[in-house]
């Protein structure tokens, strides 16, 4: 977004001249709803290994909303119609079992196939569309309004509420899918119903960071997360933490910079995620390093 000014030293300057603008605190409200939605089901998918369900189904974001302006409707209309179909689909026809993966995985890229040429063919139907095209691909925070943000917090709260419900089985399930039904878990079913809710969480983060860029917050911070710690609690609320950090930074320099909301909050999910690997590693040498001291110790 064109900024009157640039950037200052003052970090509350910068803030105080981005909030004059109802338009960014919008965006600030957006931003933050999804990004702790994001964070808790990205989270679950990540654990689940299912990081290409989920980008397919963020994919399916864009011929929905294609469809909805072809159709004269809102694109939010569009997204959740679609991410949630296609959501349904995969866990409806894929299989658990021997091979299940396998299958989930085909039956995954042939929904992503078909889904990307629908939304070209919509494109190519609403010649107009053509201008909006990179919005739907790579977001954008511009005319969020309060009746958004009002849909938004709705859906996220709906969402939350289910995941909270079933938080603790579907982790046992995602863990060892094999004991948990062996123990009663309706591990088919809690499948089928988080792919579901990641439907309509893509469909959310989709109308902020774009269809190819959902995963910037789907994916990122979870992953990051679980790099630093295997508690799942703590691992939980430092992707919510990192998912709302990179949001609120990458909302800002898009306010100070030509580029767009989505590479902003890509970049920096990235650098997070390329931080927590180098603290990894440091941490790894430094065990090891100590390991060899206590060797020599007991050796001599």
Not at 59 to 70: D, Q, W
Request: aromatic fraction near 12%; include cysteine; charge should be positive.
């Amino acid at each position: 977004m064109p900024a009157d000014s640039g950037l200052s030293w003052n970090p509350l300057t910068d803030i105080q001249q981005m909030w004059q603008l109802d338009s960014m605190v919008n965006a600030y409200r957006a931003g933050t709803i999804v990004a702790v939605l994001a964070a808790v089901v990205g989270w679950f998918m990540v654990l689940r290994r299912q990081t290409f369900a989920g980008h397919t189904v963020a994919l399916a974001g864009f011929p929905g909303a294609a469809a909805a302006v072809f159709l004269g409707m809102s694109a939010s209309w569009g997204y959740f119609g679609f991410c949630v179909g296609a959501g349904a689909v995969i866990a409806v026809l894929a299989r658990n079992g021997k091979g299940g993966m396998a299958e989930e995985s085909a039956l995954t890229g042939i929904v992503q196939a078909f889904t990307l040429a629908c939304g070209m063919l919509f494109v190519a139907l609403y010649k107009g569309f053509l201008n909006g095209v990179n919005s739907l691909l790579f977001g954008s925070f511009l005319g969020v309004t309060p009746g958004d943000i009002a849909v938004l917090a709705a859906v996220a709260a709906a969402v939350l509420i289910v995941m909270a419900l079933i938080g603790r089985p579907l982790l046992f399930a995602s863990v060892d899918p094999a004991v948990a039904e062996a123990r009663g878990v309706p591990a088919r079913a809690l499948g089928v119903l988080f792919l579901v809710l990641l439907g309509a969480t893509t469909a959310e983060v989709s109308q902020i960071t774009g269809s190819l860029l959902v995963f910037a917050l789907l994916v990122m911070p979870a992953a990051t997360a679980q790099r630093l710690t295997a508690r799942p609690g703590l691992s939980l609320v430092l992707s919510v933490v990192f998912a709302l950090a990179v949001t609120w930074f990458g909302l800002g320099a898009a306010y100070f910079s030509p580029y767009p909301i989505g590479f902003w909050i890509t970049t920096f999910a990235f650098g997070c995620y390329l931080l927590a690997n180098v603290y990894g590693f440091l941490a790894r040498s430094r065990g090891t390093g100590r390991r060899h001291v206590v060797e020599a110790l007991g050796a001599s």
